[in-house]
């Protein structure tokens, strides 16, 4: 859900639905939220009496409780996001976020704590709803998701004050004094999270071919179903956009990441350079959705972007990147931190000499349209010989896959 004030909120969530539009891409979600914005405007009518009826639309709760600072409740039967009202208020310096569940309480509610915030209220407002007050002295930032019929809410810090929007490439600093939470923690979360990896190119898009003539392609899809496995392994629930060498419009990479409901989208690919640079560029970068800031980002993003059709001039280009990111900027930004230093970290117990390429922000339209966060990862440059060589060793793919998955895991671990 966006945060902010609500016509602030709605004025953003129409400039999204009118891109998407514009680009036909699936605005369902954003609508949805638009009409929940407005519907929550207007005061219901007070009735004076209420009578129990038996509704088969309403819900039964059947257990609530709290995990690793994530609520969690269950149900008797499946629940839909068409069950669940989400608004936000401000009441002379007292934010709450409450969430309008269309259930009956049969029991009474526990008494639950989470450290982000002041206070949590359960209870039934009235007959066929409950309602879940999250309270606090500052705003809130609360995320509701729902697996397998089962409804979770957690809250995060607030997200400007841990990422620093800057137009350079983001260096890695490790943070200090700080216990590694435990596999045990980062796992509690995996079986409710949905990735999509998004092996780049394929079929007659055969994207770059470099040394001894590597297609991009052939590497991606190879390191994308490594990475699947290490994921499942963890718990996740993984899908790849592709499996075997086909052909997919970039706007439908996204499209179906948004199908699966996911909470994170990761394209891979394998860089290129010019021929007069195949020996001195080379390295691992990673990107989240932004107009780009340097050159060597629009030059990247255009040898991405070969295979989209868009037109329009750079003016439209970057109005329309910024609204349809304008949600997920800061998480896409904190996802592309972790995994780039994952990677890093990862290959580098065996090859020192790998190259930081940086965080950067560049205008890959394969990530347009994803509701959620959203990175494009160049794994490294296939027209450099050495690093085109270990993107087809079987080792090294390892190694990549691995610090990705764990870039993955500290970001769930990070923004619980």
């Not at 780049?200 to 991606?220: F, L, N, P, Q, S």
């Amino acid at each position: 859900m966006v945060a902010g004030d609500n016509e602030g909120v709605k004025k953003t969530l129409k400039g999204i639905i009118k891109c998407q539009k514009l680009l036909g891409i699936d605005s369902k979600t954003y609508e949805s939220e638009l009409r929940s914005l407005t519907k929550i405007q207007t005061k219901p009518k007070t009735v004076a009496k209420e009578t129990k009826v038996i509704d088969s639309s309403i819900l039964s709760i059947r257990s609530i409780k709290k995990q690793d600072e994530t609520i969690i409740i269950k149900f008797k039967t499946p629940i839909t996001k068409s069950k669940m009202l989400f608004f936000e208020i401000n009441q002379k310096g007292i934010y709450k976020d409450i969430y309008d569940l269309k259930a009956n309480l049969n029991f009474k509610a526990p008494k639950l704590s989470l450290k982000n915030i002041k206070g949590v209220k359960i209870a039934q407002n009235r007959v066929g709803k409950v309602r879940l007050v999250l309270e606090d002295n500052h705003k809130i930032y609360s995320n509701a998701y729902i697996r397998e019929g089962t409804l979770f809410i957690k809250v995060q810090k607030n997200p400007d004050k841990i990422v620093k929007k800057t137009p350079t490439p983001i260096p890695y600093i490790p943070k200090q004094n700080k216990t590694k939470p435990s596999n045990s923690n980062a796992k509690i979360y995996a079986s409710s999270k949905i990735i999509v990896i998004d092996p780049g190119h394929g079929g007659k898009d055969g994207g770059a071919v470099g040394y001894k003539k590597y297609k991009e392609k052939v590497a991606v899809l190879k390191i994308s179903k490594v990475l699947k496995k290490i994921l499942e392994k963890k718990g996740y629930k993984v899908y790849l956009t592709r499996e075997k060498d086909i052909f997919i419009k970039l706007s439908n990479r996204t499209k179906f990441a948004n199908r699966k409901n996911a909470d994170l989208f990761i394209s891979i690919h394998a860089n290129a350079s010019p021929k007069k640079q195949k020996l001195t560029l080379k390295g691992i970068e990673t990107f989240f959705l932004s107009p780009a800031k340097t050159e060597k980002a629009k030059r990247i993003a255009a040898k991405e972007n070969k295979t989209a059709v868009i037109s329009m001039s750079n003016m439209s280009k970057n109005t329309l990147l910024s609204f349809l990111n304008k949600t997920k900027i800061i998480q896409s930004n904190k996802l592309a931190i972790d995994i780039q230093k994952g990677m890093l970290t990862e290959v580098r117990k065996k090859n020192n000499d790998v190259r930081d390429g940086g965080v950067r922000e560049a205008p890959f339209w394969v990530l347009v349209g994803a509701q959620m966060p959203a990175v494009l990862v160049e794994l490294g440059y296939i027209t450099n010989p050495k690093e085109a060589d270990r993107l087809f060793n079987p080792f090294y793919q390892k190694s990549l896959a691995e610090g990705i998955a764990n870039g993955v895991g500290n970001y769930f671990i990070n923004n619980q």
